[in-house]
């Protein structure tokens, strides 16, 4: 190669260099960053799935599953009249549980809206209860403090054209209607609302994921998609939702850009993520709908779901399914407290921070905030713990569970000893304080 090619080669690389260093970030990302940054720092959050599905208490897809007729299912409005109940005692919960966010069902599949939705029948407002659940909810929210979040299902499986988008086309463009009408009087009608969690909105689900192959209905395959003429229009109610409420945070459940992506179920915990925000949803016990007597599992088993969450740079949204009459289970609403209980003591460890810098590992996660790293060690092997050298200097180490801790640190070694007396039977919470930002480590393994 001659000079002249090799000088035009490293000029050119040198003005791409210039122009990727000072690229803008680009307006939507600044936004979309800015308006999740309460959420990233908050962390933990209560789901309610509410509705007509607590009075038989099989789940919130009783009706599906158990192919009820939707004129019979919609009898249950007539009993659905929950008496002595406010969503204040679900607001109290979850705050004195340690969370900072709610999302309640405002419209699950069955199509029973918890709101005002004009000459719409089938809603509290216009059934038994005669009571607007939602505008009740948010405001009880609001006044512990709390960001409101509202769950969403455009599928409405009372709509034939859910099923067959093409083939009853008239009920699938009914169905989108009432998506786009609902949609926009959640967003107008409750002030300011914090999260809007779609579920069932995904042009590929429509149908359930199936195509008529010409013999019979199949599953269509992973990656394949929904190939008809119906349109959910979710570009619309994108710009609508924008132009409503700016800063509403939405999941990834209806094809529009994602603020968090939703991981589902208690397998499904994935991996280290902390490049898109993201949020591993759970029921507490049973379903997500009401069921009776779901006892719910040792404390330890949450406290682990939580801190593996924030070690892997997710949030964690717990659902609880309260009954017909809004009273969520007491033994349920105990776990809560105690969960509360632990977070009054190490939060520190887990409010306001993000994932690493020491990546998920056998022993346990880490997580960060300023010149503080935690350890969370879930596991140990012994008295000591071998860690991955880190270039910040460690200048105290305070086992935040108790009992005194000591770190070895040189260039190869990084070693934290705490008596196996010391070690907690849940988490035992380590705080390091360093003598520079946490932030600026790579990546530990
Ligand atoms: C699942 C369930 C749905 C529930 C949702 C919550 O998709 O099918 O009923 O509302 O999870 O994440």
């Known amino acids: 190669m001659n000079i002249r090619t090799m000088t035009r080669k490293i000029l050119c690389l040198a003005i791409c260099i ?46 599906w599953n158990e192919q009820i007729p939707v004129n019979e299912y919609a009898k249950l409005a007539d009993q659905f009249n929950p008496t002595n109940f406010t969503p204040d005692s679900w607001a109290e919960l979850a705050k004195a549980a340690g969370m900072k966010y709610m999302v309640l069902t405002s419209r699950h599949h069955d199509g029973f809206a918890l709101f005002d939705d004009g000459t719409n029948q089938f809603t ?14 948010v405001q009880a929210v609001r006044k512990a403090g709390l960001h409101v979040g509202l769950y969403y299902s455009p599928l409405d499986w009372r709509f034939p054209g859910y099923i067959m988008p093409d083939l009853q086309r008239e009920s699938a463009e009914a169905m989108r209607d009432q ?38 209905w199949k599953k269509r395959p992973n990656g394949q998609h929904y190939h008809g003429g119906f349109s959910w229009q979710h570009d619309e109610v994108y710009s609508m939702l924008r132009r409503l409420q700016p800063d509403v945070l ?76 809004g009273r969520i289970d007491p033994s349920q609403a105990d776990r809560l407290r105690e969960i509360g209980g632990w977070l009054d003591k190490y939060g520190e460890s887990i409010y306001g921070t993000r994932g690493g810098p020491f990546l998920p590992a056998n022993w346990g996660v880490s997580t960060y905030r300023d010149k503080t790293v935690y350890l969370h060690i879930l596991k140990w092997n012994g008295d000591k713990l071998t860690l991955p050298p880190m270039s ?19 260039e190869s070694t990084l070693e934290l000893s705490l008596p196996a007396a010391a070690h907690d039977e849940i988490d035992t919470v380590v705080a390091l304080q360093l003598d520079s930002a946490a932030s600026a480590i790579p990546l530990l393994k």
Not at 48 to 55: E, N, R, S, T
Not at 287 to 301: C, I, V
Not at 392 to 410: F, H
């Open 179 to 216: 998506y786009h009408r609902q949609v926009k009087e959640l967003l107008s009608n409750y002030g300011k609302i914090d999260v809007l969690w779609f579920d069932g909105g995904e042009t590929d689900w429509l149908s359930f994921s199936g195509d008529w192959d010409g013999a019979q």
């Open 124 to 137: 509290s407002v216009r059934s038994a209860a005669h009571r607007d659940f939602v505008g009740e909810y």
């Open 250 to 325: 939405i999941n990834g459940r209806a094809d529009m850009p994602e603020d968090f992506h939703s991981r589902e179920g208690w397998g499904a915990l994935g991996n280290f993520d902390n490049s898109h925000p993201w949020e591993l949803c759970v029921p507490m016990a049973g379903a997500w709908g009401y069921q009776p007597n779901m006892q719910p599992k040792p404390l330890k088993d949450y406290i682990h779901l939580l801190v593996n969450a924030a070690g892997r740079d997710g949030n964690l949204l717990m659902n609880v399914g309260p009954d017909r009459n």
């Open 18 to 63: 210039s122009a990727c260093v000072s690229l803008p970030v680009r307006a939507e990302d600044a936004q979309a960053a800015a308006r999740i940054h309460w959420w990233r720092d908050a962390k933990f959050g209560m789901f309610l799935h509410f509705g007509l599905y607590a009075i038989p208490g099989r789940g919130e897809w009783v009706q």
């Open 392 to 410: 910040a200097k460690i200048v105290q180490a305070t086992a935040l569970t108790g009992g005194t801790a000591s770190v070895v640190q040189n």
